[in-house]
């Protein structure tokens, strides 16, 4: 009866942690062409810094300008945003 019950607990908390890997669905970076290829013609058209990376408020500008805005932050007390 306790290999029952411990098999069951392994495989119920087996299935839970393998439900979470859905890849995401919706917005982000290769799920939204359009969003491709702003990120990708703001990336070409904004100043590089000293550190060769692009310039984060010139690049932010440029994305606003397409129509993507940069998510605001949560509300203090709500759970982080998943990262799968």
């Known amino acids: 009866m306790k290999k029952t019950a ?4 392994l495989f119920a908390t ?4 393998q439900a979470d ?3 995401p669905s919706g917005g982000g970076p290769g799920n939204n062409p359009a969003l491709d290829a702003a990120l990708k013609d703001c ?14 408020s010139a690049m ?9 805005e940069k998510p605001g ?6 759970p982080p945003p998943s990262s799968n």
């Not at 087996?14 to 942690?17: D, I, K, M, V």
């Not at 932010?60 to 993507?68: D, R, Y």
């Open 6 to 9: 411990l098999a069951l607990s």
């Open 14 to 17: 087996l299935g839970l942690a």
């Open 21 to 23: 890997n859905n890849p």
């Open 43 to 56: 990336l070409a058209s904004t100043s590089k810094g000293s550190n060769g990376r692009p310039d984060f």
């Open 60 to 68: 932010e500008t440029c994305m606003k300008a397409k129509g993507f």
């Open 73 to 78: 932050k949560p509300p203090a007390g709500s």
